[in-house]
């Protein structure tokens, strides 16, 4: 799949394990690029014209009957209005389970030696703080390229990526969005090879992001 040139509103390479924010207008498509192949992007969404209306997973898992996001999923709010369609997908599938990495949660899977290592909520807090959310303001959020298999008996597991240089998932917002995005610096398990790696964003269609 090649993204759309034409009408670029942004075009911009997340560096690995940072953070990224910006304001999907309604009608307009952002992709989503893994630049490297298995780099986990970390994700929340918000109606930008009122933040308490937000990604919901139980409701968008349940709207769509899987818990794994593809082509025809939409993200949607607590209240199951719409935020975001995905449209196109060359990666298959995404996870809505594994939530963010903190350090607390390094801590406790994989011992006191990680308290210091950056995380995806830290991520979302540095990120979230520019448009007045908080930590109250966080909900389970959506994995992009993270692989998370669920086992018969319900377990997940965080095993290797089905990710791959240049594979892309492109959401069209059905209303204004903001989207907030943690690159994720995970080295701990698989998800991002143990390796963090840059991926791009761009937000193509009419108005500004």
Same mark, same amino acid.
């Given at each position: 799949?090649?993204?759309?040139?034409?009408?670029?509103?942004?075009?911009?390479?997340?560096?690995? %394990?940072?953070?990224?924010?910006?304001?999907?207008?309604?009608?307009?498509?952002?992709?989503?690029?893994?630049?490297?192949?298995?780099?986990?992007?970390?994700?929340?969404?918000?109606? !930008?014209?009122?933040?308490?209306? %937000?990604?919901? !997973?139980?409701?968008?898992?349940?709207?769509? %009957?899987?818990?794994?996001?593809?082509?025809?999923?939409?993200?949607?709010?607590? @209240?199951?209005?719409?935020?975001?369609?995905?449209?196109?997908?060359?990666?298959?599938?995404?996870?809505?389970?594994?939530?963010?990495?903190?350090? @607390?949660?390094?801590?406790?899977?994989?011992?006191?030696?990680?308290?210091?290592?950056?995380?995806?909520?830290?991520?979302?807090?540095?990120?979230?703080?520019?448009?007045?959310?908080?930590?109250?303001?966080?909900?389970?959020?959506? #994995?992009?390229?993270?692989?998370?298999?669920?086992?018969?008996?319900?377990?997940?597991?965080?095993?290797?990526?089905?990710?791959?240089?240049?594979?892309?998932?492109?959401?069209?917002?059905?209303?204004?969005?903001?989207?907030?995005?943690? #690159?994720?610096?995970?080295? #701990?398990?698989?998800? #991002?090879?143990?390796?963090?790696?840059?991926?791009?964003?761009?937000?193509?269609?009419?108005? !500004?992001?």
């Amino acid at each position: 799949m090649t993204t759309v040139q034409n009408d670029v509103v942004l075009d911009t390479e997340v560096a690995a %394990r940072a953070p990224f924010s910006t304001v999907v207008k309604t009608g307009q498509v952002l992709s989503i690029i893994d630049l490297g192949g298995n780099q986990a992007v970390d994700f929340l969404a918000y109606d !930008a014209g009122d933040t308490s209306k %937000r990604y919901s !997973a139980a409701v968008t898992i349940a709207a769509q %009957r899987n818990i794994f996001l593809t082509t025809g999923s939409v993200l949607r709010t607590q @209240e199951g209005a719409p935020l975001l369609t995905v449209v196109a997908d060359t990666c298959g599938r995404h996870d809505t389970l594994g939530g963010a990495c903190s350090k @607390e949660s390094n801590t406790l899977r994989y011992g006191q030696h990680t308290r210091h290592q950056h995380a995806c909520v830290e991520n979302f807090l540095t990120e979230g703080a520019r448009w007045g959310l908080g930590k109250r303001d966080l909900v389970s959020n959506v #994995n992009w390229y993270m692989n998370v298999p669920v086992e018969e008996d319900g377990t997940l597991g965080i095993v290797d990526g089905i990710s791959a240089p240049g594979l892309e998932v492109q959401l069209r917002a059905e209303t204004d969005t903001l989207v907030i995005v943690s #690159n994720c610096p995970q080295i #701990n398990n698989p998800c #991002n090879g143990f390796d963090p790696t840059p991926v791009r964003m761009v937000v193509t269609g009419g108005g !500004a992001g």
